[in-house]
Protein backbone atom coordinates (compact mmCIF):
# COMPACT_ATOMS: atom_id res chain seq x y z
CA UNK A 1 0.00 0.00 0.00
CA UNK A 2 1.17 3.35 -0.54
CA UNK A 3 1.33 5.80 1.67
CA UNK A 4 0.52 9.83 1.50
CA UNK A 5 3.46 12.02 0.46
CA UNK A 6 5.85 9.27 0.26
CA UNK A 7 7.77 10.25 -2.54
CA UNK A 8 8.13 13.91 -1.55
CA UNK A 9 8.24 14.22 1.86
CA UNK A 10 12.07 13.58 2.91
CA UNK A 11 12.65 16.41 0.11
CA UNK A 12 9.39 18.69 0.98
CA UNK A 13 10.63 18.67 4.94
CA UNK A 14 14.22 19.61 4.01
CA UNK A 15 12.28 22.91 2.57
CA UNK A 16 9.84 23.73 4.97
CA UNK A 17 12.86 23.69 6.94
CA UNK A 18 14.83 26.00 4.91
CA UNK A 19 12.34 28.41 4.54
CA UNK A 20 10.99 27.98 8.51
CA UNK A 21 14.39 28.80 9.28
CA UNK A 22 13.87 32.44 7.36
CA UNK A 23 13.44 35.36 9.15
CA UNK A 24 11.09 36.52 6.29
CA UNK A 25 9.02 32.96 5.52
CA UNK A 26 6.33 34.35 7.61
CA UNK A 27 5.36 36.83 4.92
CA UNK A 28 4.59 34.30 2.77
CA UNK A 29 1.53 34.25 4.63
CA UNK A 30 0.23 37.31 3.80
CA UNK A 31 -2.26 38.19 0.90
CA UNK A 32 0.35 40.27 -1.39
CA UNK A 33 1.50 36.97 -1.86
CA UNK A 34 -2.18 35.43 -3.44
CA UNK A 35 -2.18 34.91 -7.21
CA UNK A 36 -6.30 35.17 -7.96
CA UNK A 37 -8.21 34.53 -11.41
CA UNK A 38 -6.60 36.36 -14.07
CA UNK A 39 -3.62 36.92 -12.68
CA UNK A 40 -1.71 37.71 -15.65
CA UNK A 41 -2.24 38.05 -19.37
CA UNK A 42 -1.94 35.56 -21.90
CA UNK A 43 1.13 37.18 -23.02
CA UNK A 44 2.60 37.68 -19.28
CA UNK A 45 1.65 33.57 -18.37
CA UNK A 46 3.89 32.61 -22.04
CA UNK A 47 6.47 34.83 -21.26
CA UNK A 48 6.54 33.00 -17.45
CA UNK A 49 6.11 29.67 -18.54
CA UNK A 50 9.35 30.15 -21.06
CA UNK A 51 11.38 31.81 -18.40
CA UNK A 52 10.27 28.57 -16.06
CA UNK A 53 11.35 26.50 -18.83
CA UNK A 54 14.89 27.47 -18.92
CA UNK A 55 15.64 26.91 -15.11
CA UNK A 56 14.74 23.55 -15.30
CA UNK A 57 16.95 22.06 -18.24
CA UNK A 58 17.32 18.85 -16.43
CA UNK A 59 14.96 16.16 -15.18
CA UNK A 60 17.16 16.95 -11.75
CA UNK A 61 16.78 20.91 -12.02
CA UNK A 62 12.96 19.93 -12.45
CA UNK A 63 12.43 17.46 -9.53
CA UNK A 64 14.67 19.92 -7.51
CA UNK A 65 11.59 23.00 -8.42
CA UNK A 66 8.70 19.89 -8.04
CA UNK A 67 9.42 19.64 -4.52
CA UNK A 68 10.09 23.18 -3.96
CA UNK A 69 6.00 23.86 -5.70
CA UNK A 70 4.65 21.06 -3.58
CA UNK A 71 6.31 22.65 0.11
CA UNK A 72 4.41 25.90 -1.14
CA UNK A 73 1.11 24.07 -1.50
CA UNK A 74 1.38 22.78 1.75
CA UNK A 75 2.69 25.76 3.58
CA UNK A 76 0.67 28.02 1.82
CA UNK A 77 -2.45 25.96 2.59
CA UNK A 78 -1.46 25.67 6.43
CA UNK A 79 -1.33 21.72 5.62
CA UNK A 80 2.34 21.70 7.46
CA UNK A 81 2.39 19.47 9.59
CA UNK A 82 -0.51 17.67 8.80
CA UNK A 83 -3.30 17.65 11.65
CA UNK A 84 -3.81 14.63 13.14
CA UNK A 85 -5.92 12.06 10.95
CA UNK A 86 -9.07 10.94 12.98
CA UNK A 87 -10.85 8.14 13.16
CA UNK A 88 -13.27 8.15 9.39
CA UNK A 89 -16.14 6.79 11.39
CA UNK A 90 -18.20 6.39 8.08
CA UNK A 91 -22.06 6.55 7.98
CA UNK A 92 -23.73 4.89 4.96
CA UNK A 93 -27.67 5.36 3.43
CA UNK A 94 -29.11 2.22 2.36
CA UNK A 95 -27.84 1.34 -1.12
CA UNK A 96 -29.70 1.56 -4.09
CA UNK A 97 -29.32 -1.26 -6.74
CA UNK A 98 -29.07 -0.16 -10.37
CA UNK A 99 -27.98 -1.65 -13.45
CA UNK A 100 -24.67 -2.54 -13.53
CA UNK A 101 -23.82 -0.53 -10.23
CA UNK A 102 -25.23 0.55 -6.64
CA UNK A 103 -25.51 4.13 -4.74
CA UNK A 104 -25.20 4.38 -1.56
CA UNK A 105 -25.24 7.73 0.41
CA UNK A 106 -22.00 8.21 2.79
CA UNK A 107 -20.32 10.94 5.35
CA UNK A 108 -16.98 10.68 6.68
CA UNK A 109 -15.17 12.45 9.65
CA UNK A 110 -12.28 14.75 8.11
CA UNK A 111 -11.61 15.99 11.18
CA UNK A 112 -13.78 15.55 14.84
CA UNK A 113 -17.44 16.21 13.47
CA UNK A 114 -16.71 17.87 10.24
CA UNK A 115 -18.90 15.51 7.90
CA UNK A 116 -18.01 15.26 4.12
CA UNK A 117 -21.07 13.97 2.69
CA UNK A 118 -20.93 11.86 -0.69
CA UNK A 119 -22.17 9.29 -3.09
CA UNK A 120 -20.30 5.88 -3.30
CA UNK A 121 -20.86 4.14 -6.49
CA UNK A 122 -19.97 0.36 -6.66
CA UNK A 123 -20.00 -1.90 -9.73
CA UNK A 124 -22.44 -5.03 -9.02
CA UNK A 125 -20.48 -7.73 -10.66
CA UNK A 126 -18.02 -9.07 -8.05
CA UNK A 127 -13.91 -8.76 -9.08
CA UNK A 128 -10.65 -9.73 -7.47
CA UNK A 129 -10.16 -5.93 -6.81
CA UNK A 130 -11.32 -2.86 -8.05
CA UNK A 131 -10.12 0.31 -9.38
CA UNK A 132 -10.90 3.47 -6.94
CA UNK A 133 -12.46 6.99 -8.31
CA UNK A 134 -12.67 10.25 -6.48
CA UNK A 135 -14.61 13.07 -8.14
CA UNK A 136 -14.34 16.74 -7.06
CA UNK A 137 -16.62 18.93 -8.24
CA UNK A 138 -16.51 22.87 -9.03
CA UNK A 139 -19.20 26.02 -8.34
CA UNK A 140 -22.93 26.74 -9.09
CA UNK A 141 -25.06 29.53 -7.96
CA UNK A 142 -27.04 27.11 -6.03
CA UNK A 143 -25.60 25.09 -3.47
CA UNK A 144 -27.64 22.54 -3.67
CA UNK A 145 -26.93 22.00 -7.38
CA UNK A 146 -23.47 20.56 -6.30
CA UNK A 147 -21.84 18.49 -8.74
CA UNK A 148 -22.35 15.38 -7.44
CA UNK A 149 -26.62 15.91 -7.71
CA UNK A 150 -26.31 17.04 -11.41
CA UNK A 151 -27.35 14.69 -14.21
CA UNK A 152 -23.69 14.48 -15.49
CA UNK A 153 -21.60 13.68 -12.38
CA UNK A 154 -24.32 11.03 -11.82
CA UNK A 155 -23.58 9.66 -15.21
CA UNK A 156 -20.17 8.96 -15.46
CA UNK A 157 -19.65 8.04 -11.85
CA UNK A 158 -22.33 5.22 -12.74
CA UNK A 159 -20.51 4.75 -15.71
CA UNK A 160 -17.09 4.77 -14.13
CA UNK A 161 -18.69 1.77 -11.65
CA UNK A 162 -19.93 0.09 -14.38
CA UNK A 163 -16.32 -0.25 -15.80
CA UNK A 164 -15.35 -1.83 -12.31
CA UNK A 165 -14.35 1.19 -10.38
CA UNK A 166 -15.32 1.68 -6.95
CA UNK A 167 -16.02 5.65 -7.23
CA UNK A 168 -16.47 8.30 -4.85
CA UNK A 169 -18.31 11.65 -5.60
CA UNK A 170 -17.97 14.36 -2.50
CA UNK A 171 -19.50 17.47 -1.49
CA UNK A 172 -17.44 20.71 -1.73
CA UNK A 173 -17.49 22.98 1.10
CA UNK A 174 -20.37 25.27 1.63
CA UNK A 175 -22.19 22.83 -0.99
CA UNK A 176 -25.08 20.22 -1.02
CA UNK A 177 -24.98 18.86 2.07
CA UNK A 178 -22.29 20.83 3.66
CA UNK A 179 -24.16 23.71 2.69
CA UNK A 180 -26.88 22.32 4.54
CA UNK A 181 -25.22 21.63 7.78
CA UNK A 182 -24.11 25.30 8.15
CA UNK A 183 -20.93 25.34 6.09
CA UNK A 184 -20.06 28.29 4.08
CA UNK A 185 -17.82 28.29 1.05
CA UNK A 186 -16.73 31.46 0.65
CA UNK A 187 -14.34 31.51 3.67
CA UNK A 188 -10.56 32.58 4.04
CA UNK A 189 -9.65 28.82 4.56
CA UNK A 190 -11.65 27.29 2.21
CA UNK A 191 -9.01 26.02 0.27
CA UNK A 192 -7.43 24.24 3.36
CA UNK A 193 -10.68 23.18 4.54
CA UNK A 194 -11.22 21.53 0.95
CA UNK A 195 -8.14 20.17 0.11
CA UNK A 196 -8.26 18.33 3.41
CA UNK A 197 -11.60 17.00 2.56
CA UNK A 198 -10.05 15.33 -0.18
CA UNK A 199 -7.16 14.22 1.32
CA UNK A 200 -9.71 12.50 4.09
CA UNK A 201 -11.44 11.12 1.14
CA UNK A 202 -8.60 9.64 -0.62
CA UNK A 203 -7.74 7.80 2.92
CA UNK A 204 -11.68 6.81 2.62
CA UNK A 205 -11.98 5.71 -0.84
CA UNK A 206 -8.27 3.18 -0.42
CA UNK A 207 -9.65 1.74 2.98
CA UNK A 208 -12.51 0.03 1.34
CA UNK A 209 -12.61 -3.48 0.99
CA UNK A 210 -11.39 -4.70 -2.61
CA UNK A 211 -9.97 -1.88 -3.73
CA UNK A 212 -6.59 -1.98 -5.81
CA UNK A 213 -4.38 0.85 -4.00
CA UNK A 214 -1.89 1.03 -7.14
CA UNK A 215 -4.99 1.65 -9.40
CA UNK A 216 -6.60 5.64 -8.08
CA UNK A 217 -7.57 8.31 -10.02
CA UNK A 218 -8.92 11.56 -9.66
CA UNK A 219 -11.35 13.93 -11.73
CA UNK A 220 -13.62 16.86 -11.77
CA UNK A 221 -13.97 19.68 -13.81
CA UNK A 222 -13.64 23.51 -13.15
CA UNK A 223 -13.01 24.14 -9.26
CA UNK A 224 -12.65 20.56 -9.01
CA UNK A 225 -10.44 20.22 -11.31
CA UNK A 226 -8.56 22.00 -9.06
CA UNK A 227 -8.77 19.62 -6.16
CA UNK A 228 -8.01 17.04 -8.98
CA UNK A 229 -4.41 18.32 -9.86
CA UNK A 230 -3.68 19.92 -6.40
CA UNK A 231 -3.93 16.47 -4.77
CA UNK A 232 -1.78 14.77 -7.18
CA UNK A 233 0.78 17.32 -7.21
CA UNK A 234 1.12 16.31 -3.41
CA UNK A 235 0.05 13.22 -3.09
CA UNK A 236 1.52 10.28 -4.84
CA UNK A 237 -1.32 7.40 -3.84
CA UNK A 238 -2.86 9.18 -7.30
CA UNK A 239 -2.17 7.14 -10.31
CA UNK A 240 -4.16 8.71 -12.69
CA UNK A 241 -5.45 12.32 -12.87
CA UNK A 242 -8.37 14.10 -15.60
CA UNK A 243 -8.51 17.69 -14.58
CA UNK A 244 -11.24 19.06 -17.04
CA UNK A 245 -11.47 22.50 -18.22
CA UNK A 246 -8.98 23.78 -15.57
CA UNK A 247 -5.25 23.89 -16.32
CA UNK A 248 -4.38 27.71 -17.64
CA UNK A 249 -1.07 29.35 -17.64
CA UNK A 250 -2.90 32.95 -16.72
CA UNK A 251 -5.80 31.99 -15.02
CA UNK A 252 -5.71 30.65 -11.83
CA UNK A 253 -9.15 30.07 -10.27
CA UNK A 254 -10.90 32.96 -9.02
CA UNK A 255 -12.56 31.48 -5.76
CA UNK A 256 -11.22 31.41 -1.91
CA UNK A 257 -10.97 27.62 -2.51
CA UNK A 258 -8.49 27.94 -5.43
CA UNK A 259 -6.78 30.93 -4.99
CA UNK A 260 -7.36 32.11 -1.32
CA UNK A 261 -4.46 31.22 0.11
CA UNK A 262 -1.11 31.77 -0.80
CA UNK A 263 0.15 28.34 -2.41
CA UNK A 264 1.48 30.01 -6.06
CA UNK A 265 3.73 32.30 -4.76
CA UNK A 266 6.54 33.04 -1.74
CA UNK A 267 9.03 35.08 -1.04
CA UNK A 268 11.55 32.21 -2.23
CA UNK A 269 9.41 30.85 -5.03
CA UNK A 270 6.76 31.44 -7.56
CA UNK A 271 4.26 29.08 -9.91
CA UNK A 272 1.72 28.68 -11.73
CA UNK A 273 -1.03 26.14 -12.23
CA UNK A 274 0.56 24.33 -15.24
CA UNK A 275 4.04 23.62 -13.66
CA UNK A 276 1.32 21.97 -10.05
CA UNK A 277 -0.22 20.22 -13.18
CA UNK A 278 2.84 18.93 -14.13
CA UNK A 279 3.35 17.62 -10.55
CA UNK A 280 2.07 14.60 -12.02
CA UNK A 281 4.84 13.63 -14.07
CA UNK A 282 5.44 10.37 -14.95
CA UNK A 283 2.42 9.35 -13.69
CA UNK A 284 -0.60 9.02 -16.87
CA UNK A 285 -2.84 12.81 -17.10
CA UNK A 286 -5.18 13.51 -19.40
CA UNK A 287 -6.07 17.43 -19.64
CA UNK A 288 -9.59 18.20 -21.07
CA UNK A 289 -10.19 21.89 -22.55
CA UNK A 290 -12.05 23.55 -24.55
CA UNK A 291 -12.04 26.72 -26.72
CA UNK A 292 -14.53 29.27 -24.94
CA UNK A 293 -12.69 29.47 -21.33
CA UNK A 294 -9.31 30.11 -20.12
CA UNK A 295 -8.57 26.46 -21.29
CA UNK A 296 -8.28 27.84 -24.98
CA UNK A 297 -4.89 27.76 -25.12
CA UNK A 298 -4.00 24.22 -23.80
CA UNK A 299 -2.83 23.27 -27.09
CA UNK A 300 -0.30 25.19 -27.57
CA UNK A 301 0.67 26.76 -24.41
CA UNK A 302 -0.25 24.78 -21.15
CA UNK A 303 0.07 20.93 -22.70
CA UNK A 304 3.23 21.51 -24.75
CA UNK A 305 4.81 22.70 -21.51
CA UNK A 306 3.75 19.75 -19.32
CA UNK A 307 4.52 17.48 -22.38
CA UNK A 308 8.04 18.88 -22.49
CA UNK A 309 7.97 17.78 -18.48
CA UNK A 310 6.79 14.13 -19.20
CA UNK A 311 9.71 13.53 -21.76
CA UNK A 312 12.37 14.06 -19.09
CA UNK A 313 11.15 11.49 -17.59
CA UNK A 314 10.80 9.58 -20.90
CA UNK A 315 7.26 9.22 -20.61
CA UNK A 316 5.54 11.34 -22.76
CA UNK A 317 2.76 9.09 -24.47
CA UNK A 318 1.76 9.33 -20.52
CA UNK A 319 0.21 12.80 -20.69
CA UNK A 320 -2.73 13.84 -23.20
CA UNK A 321 -4.63 16.89 -24.33
CA UNK A 322 -8.19 15.97 -25.33
CA UNK A 323 -9.58 19.77 -26.69
CA UNK A 324 -13.02 20.46 -27.77
CA UNK A 325 -12.36 23.77 -29.69
CA UNK A 326 -16.09 24.32 -30.31
CA UNK A 327 -17.32 23.60 -26.39
CA UNK A 328 -17.36 25.96 -23.34
CA UNK A 329 -17.17 25.01 -19.91
CA UNK A 330 -18.05 21.55 -18.33
CA UNK A 331 -17.84 18.19 -18.43
CA UNK A 332 -20.55 17.39 -20.83
CA UNK A 333 -21.27 13.76 -22.72
CA UNK A 334 -18.74 14.70 -25.62
CA UNK A 335 -15.66 15.47 -22.85
CA UNK A 336 -17.06 11.97 -21.07
CA UNK A 337 -16.25 10.28 -24.23
CA UNK A 338 -12.71 11.16 -24.19
CA UNK A 339 -12.36 10.75 -20.31
CA UNK A 340 -13.83 7.09 -20.39
CA UNK A 341 -10.94 5.20 -22.57
CA UNK A 342 -8.60 7.22 -20.84
CA UNK A 343 -9.05 5.81 -17.84
CA UNK A 344 -9.71 2.19 -18.38
CA UNK A 345 -6.93 1.96 -20.15
CA UNK A 346 -4.70 3.30 -17.36
CA UNK A 347 -6.80 1.99 -14.54
CA UNK A 348 -7.27 -0.94 -15.80
CA UNK A 349 -10.98 -0.78 -16.41
CA UNK A 350 -13.44 -3.04 -18.45
CA UNK A 351 -14.43 -0.26 -21.58
CA UNK A 352 -16.33 -2.96 -23.20
CA UNK A 353 -18.96 -2.83 -20.25
CA UNK A 354 -20.31 0.50 -21.40
CA UNK A 355 -20.00 0.50 -25.52
CA UNK A 356 -22.98 0.04 -27.79
CA UNK A 357 -23.05 -1.87 -30.71
CA UNK A 358 -22.09 0.99 -32.62
CA UNK A 359 -18.48 1.63 -30.24
CA UNK A 360 -19.81 4.94 -28.48
CA UNK A 361 -19.86 4.63 -24.77
CA UNK A 362 -23.63 4.31 -23.49
CA UNK A 363 -24.80 6.20 -20.69
CA UNK A 364 -28.46 4.49 -21.04
CA UNK A 365 -30.65 3.07 -18.26
CA UNK A 366 -28.71 4.91 -15.36
CA UNK A 367 -30.84 6.60 -13.00
CA UNK A 368 -30.74 10.20 -12.29
CA UNK A 369 -31.32 10.37 -8.75
CA UNK A 370 -33.11 13.36 -6.80
CA UNK A 371 -31.42 15.60 -4.22
CA UNK A 372 -33.93 13.87 -1.43
CA UNK A 373 -32.59 10.60 -2.54
CA UNK A 374 -28.83 11.06 -2.62
CA UNK A 375 -28.69 13.38 1.38
CA UNK A 376 -27.27 11.12 3.83
CA UNK A 377 -28.80 12.59 6.80
CA UNK A 378 -32.26 12.61 7.16
CA UNK A 379 -35.19 11.88 9.66
CA UNK A 380 -34.26 7.89 9.40
CA UNK A 381 -30.88 9.10 9.77
CA UNK A 382 -30.41 11.63 11.86
CA UNK A 383 -26.98 13.96 11.71
CA UNK A 384 -24.94 13.12 14.99
CA UNK A 385 -25.46 16.05 17.68
CA UNK A 386 -21.75 16.37 17.70
CA UNK A 387 -21.50 17.65 14.30
CA UNK A 388 -19.75 20.84 13.67
CA UNK A 389 -21.95 23.12 11.68
CA UNK A 390 -19.95 26.48 11.15
CA UNK A 391 -16.53 26.27 9.27
CA UNK A 392 -14.88 28.04 11.81
CA UNK A 393 -15.75 25.62 14.42
CA UNK A 394 -13.29 23.24 12.93
CA UNK A 395 -10.79 21.53 15.33
CA UNK A 396 -7.00 21.68 13.57
CA UNK A 397 -5.30 20.42 16.51
Known sequence: MKNAFSKPVLTILIVLLFFSGNSVFSQ???????????????????????????????????????????????KGSELSPFPEKCPLKPVYSEKRIYEGYSVENVAIESLPGVFVTGSLYRPIEELSSYAGILSTHGHWSDPKEGDRFREDAQHRCASFARMGAIVLAIDMVGYGEMNELGWIHKHPKALKQQFWNSIRALDFLES??????????ITGASGGATQAFLLTAVDDRIDVSVPVVQVSAHFFGDCVCESGMPIH????????????????????????????????????VEFPHIKDIYQMFGNPGNVENAHFSMEGHGYEYSKRQAVYPFLAKHLNLDIEAIKNENGYFNEDNIVVETYEQMVVFDKNNPLPTYAVKVNDNAKWE
Not at 267 to 291: F, K, Y
Request: proline share 4%; hydrophobic share 35%.
Open 28 to 74: ELDNSMLCVGNYQTEREAKKQLKEFKKSYPTLELWKEKAEIIRAGIL
Open 265 to 300: KSTRHETNNVEIAALAAPRPMLLVSDGEDWTKNTPD
Open 208 to 217: LKGVDTNRLG
